[in-house]
C-alpha cells in the first residue's frame, strides 16, 4: 500500500509537525506500507497551467506523478483567510478530472481559531469529491494551543491522529476487498 | 456532401484510425520497432482497403510512446500502397504547424493517392510539442484558429492574400500543388464538449467528433449545437458531414472482446494518460446506448445503427490498435469488419 502524506502549506510549522506525527503513527501501526512525505515547503512548483502532469518536469513531476501513483493519500493543511491556502488548491489545479478515483483520502487541519473547523467540511471535502476519491469523513482539526516548540501536547491530538491513521487504512482495505469483487464479476 | 466526396446514398462510411501510439504489449511487456509498428500501420491500411473499409487516417502526436509524429509521411506510402481506401489524419496538429506546408504535403498525398486525401485538423490533447517546436501555451487557442481559417482558405482560394499574427503574410500566394479536383476536405477535429463543437459550426465545416465512451445522447447535444451553430451562420446543416471516431474492437462475444481489449487500453491511457480506463466504466461500455463499439459483431452492428439513428452522421471510424495490440488479432478485427459488420451497416443505412 502506497500512502502519500501531503503537508499543504509553504507558511508555518504546524501542519508539517502534525503530519509528522502522522508518518510516525502509520510506520510504527503499518510498518508494511509505504509511507512517503510530501512537505510543499520543500518544493518550487509552478501555478498549473493546464497541461496533462506527465507533461511537468521538475518538483511539480515530481509530486503530482508521486501522488498519482498513490493508493492512500492524507491531506495536511492550515486554514488561511478562512481557506485552504493556495499551495494546496495548485496540486489538485495540477492533476487530472477524476484523479482520486479508486484512492483513499483523508485530512487533517491546523487552524489558529476553532471558528475554522467548519473550512475542511466546506471547502476541502468538495474538491476532494469531485476528484473521485473515497473519504475518510471524521477529519483531525488541531488549534495554535495544541503545539508548543513543533510538538503536539496535547494527549487528545494524539489519540484523535492515532484514529485517523486507523480509519485511513481501515478503509482502504475495505474499498480494495469492496472493488476487487466487483470487479471479479466484470470478467475482464 | 458531395463537395466532401460523401455519398450519403452508399449509406454510413466506416473507418480505422490509428494515433500511432507504440505502446509496449501489457500481456507480454515487449515492444516491436519503431520500424515494425510503421510497416503494421501500412499493412493495416492494405488489409482494411481488401476488407471494403472506406478509410483510414493516421495520427500526429509528438510525445512518448507514439511513432507517427512525421504522418504525413506515412500517409504517402500508404497512399502508393492502396488505390481506393480514403486516407487522412487524425489529426493534423495544425495549430504548431504552417498551413502552406501542410496543404502542400496533403495535396501532394491527394494526387499519389489520385485523389483520395483528406485533412482533420485539431490542436493537440497534449501540449508538450508547443515546447519541442518552438509555441507559447498561451497561444493554444489563437494559434488554432488562426491557423485552421488559412487552411481552409488556401484550400478555397487558388491565389491567397492573408495576413496574421504567428506567420508571415501571403500576397498573391499560390500554394501549389493542388489537389485532385482543386480542393480537398478539410475536417475541424473536435473533442466532447459543445464548445468546441460550435466553433465548428460557426466555421461552417465538417466535423470530426471524438467519443471514447459514455451515453451517445451526450454527444448528440454537440452535434446538434454543431448544426444549429452552422445553421445561425448561414450553412446548410445538411450539407456538412459529421464523423465520430471512438474506441473499436470485435471478437466472437461480446466479453471476449472486453476481456481482449481491455488491458491494452487500461495500460495505454496509464502511460499516455497518466490514467487507466475505470473498469466500471469500460464494463458500462458494452451497453447499446454506449459510444464505445466494443463487443461481437452483432452487438457492434446494434450499436452503429443505434448511433448513426442518434447522430445522422455519415461517417463512423474506429480505433483499435491501442496499446500495442499484436497484429493478428488487428487482422482478426478486420476479417469480422468485412465479413460481418460492414454488409450490415451499409445495408441498413444505405438509401439507395
Do not use: C
Request: proline residues 5%; charged residues 25%.
Amino acid at each position: 500500500m502506497k500512502i502519500v502524506g501531503l503537508s499543504g502549506s509553504k507558511v508555518g510549522s504546524k501542519t508539517r509537525t502534525a503530519m509528522n506525527y502522522v508518518v510516525q503513527t502509520l510506520s510504527e501501526k503499518y510498518p508494511d506500507t509505504d509511507v512517503t512525505l510530501i512537505d510543499l515547503a520543500e518544493y518550487d512548483i509552478p501555478f498549473s497551467d493546464g497541461r496533462n502532469y506527465l507533461e511537468y518536469e521538475g518538483d511539480a513531476g515530481y509530486v503530482t506523478k508521486t501522488m498519482m501513483e498513490a493508493d492512500v493519500i492524507i491531506i495536511g493543511t492550515p486554514v488561511f483567510q478562512a481557506s485552504i491556502p493556495a499551495t494546496l488548491k495548485n496540486i489538485f489545479d495540477l492533476l487530472p478530472e477524476q484523479a482520486f478515483l479508486n484512492k483513499v483520502v483523508s485530512m487533517l487541519v491546523t487552524a489558529g481559531s476553532p471558528k475554522h473547523y467548519l473550512i475542511a467540511e466546506q471547502q476541502l471535502k468538495p474538491i476532494i469529491t469531485y476528484m473521485k476519491a473515497q473519504i475518510v469523513q471524521s477529519y483531525v482539526f488541531i488549534e495554535e494551543k495544541d503545539f508548543y516548540l513543533k510538538e503536539i501536547i496535547n494527549d487528545d491530538v494524539l489519540f484523535r491522529i492515532g484514529r485517523l491513521v486507523e480509519d485511513t487504512v481501515v478503509l482502504k482495505n475495505t474499498f480494495s476487498e469492496i472493488r476487487k469483487a466487483k470487479e471479479a464479476e466484470y470478467g475482464f | 456532401m458531395e463537395k466532401y466526396r460523401i455519398d450519403p446514398s452508399k449509406g454510413l462510411e466506416f473507418g480505422l484510425y490509428t494515433l500511432g501510439d507504440h505502446i509496449p504489449n501489457p500481456l507480454t511487456g515487449e515492444r516491436i520497432s519503431a520500424e515494425q509498428r510503421i510497416h503494421e500501420i501500412i499493412e493495416l491500411a492494405k488489409l482494411a482497403e481488401q476488407a471494403g473499409i472506406d478509410f483510414i487516417s493516421v495520427g500526429e502526436s509528438h510525445q512518448e510512446y507514439f511513432t507517427t509524429q512525421a504522418h504525413s509521411v506515412v500517409l504517402a506510402a500508404i497512399a502508393q500502397a492502396t488505390e481506393k481506401i480514403k486516407l487522412a489524419s487524425s489529426s493534423t496538429i495544425i495549430s504548431t504547424s504552417d498551413p502552406v506546408r501542410v496543404y502542400e504535403d496533403f495535396a501532394t498525398i491527394d494526387l499519389i493517392s489520385r485523389g483520395r486525401a483528406e485533412i482533420i485538423a485539431g490542436r493537440a490533447s497534449r501540449v508538450g510539442l508547443f515546447d519541442l517546436l518552438g509555441y507559447n501555451l498561451r497561444d493554444y487557442e489563437e494559434l488554432y484558429e488562426e491557423k485552421f481559417e488559412l487552411l481552409v482558405k488556401i484550400n478555397k482560394e487558388k491565389v491567397v492574400n492573408w495576413s496574421g499574427e504567428f506567420r508571415a503574410p501571403l500576397k498573391n500566394a499560390e500554394v501549389i500543388p493542388r489537389p485532385q479536383n482543386g480542393s480537398m476536405p478539410i475536417w475541424r477535429a473536435v473533442g466532447g464538449p459543445p464548445a468546441s463543437a460550435i466553433k465548428a459550426g460557426y466555421a461552417g465545416v465538417p466535423m470530426f467528433l471524438a467519443t471514447l465512451g459514455g451515453p451517445a445522447s451526450s454527444f448528440s447535444y454537440s452535434i446538434e449545437a454543431y448544426r444549429e451553430a452552422a445553421r445561425q451562420s448561414g450553412f446548410d446543416p445538411s450539407e456538412l458531414p459529421v464523423s465520430t471516431a471512438g474506441f473499436f474492437y470485435v471478437a466472437e462475444t461480446t466479453q471476449q472482446a472486453q476481456k481482449e481489449y481491455y488491458p491494452f487500453i487500461n495500460e495505454g491511457m496509464k502511460v499516455t494518460n497518466g490514467r487507466g480506463y475505470p473498469k466500471q466504466q469500460f464494463a458500462q461500455g458494452a451497453d447499446k446506448r454506449d459510444v464505445m463499439n466494443i463487443g461481437s459483431p452483432q452487438q457492434i452492428i446494434e450499436k452503429i445503427l443505434y448511433q448513426h439513428e442518434v447522430f445522422g452522421h455519415q461517417r463512423y471510424i474506429g480505433q483499435m490498435d491501442f496499446g500495442g495490440v499484436p497484429f493478428d488479432k488487428l487482422m482478426k478485427n478486420i476479417e469480422l469488419i468485412g465479413t460481418e459488420i460492414l454488409p450490415a451497416i451499409k445495408k441498413y443505412t444505405a438509401t439507395n
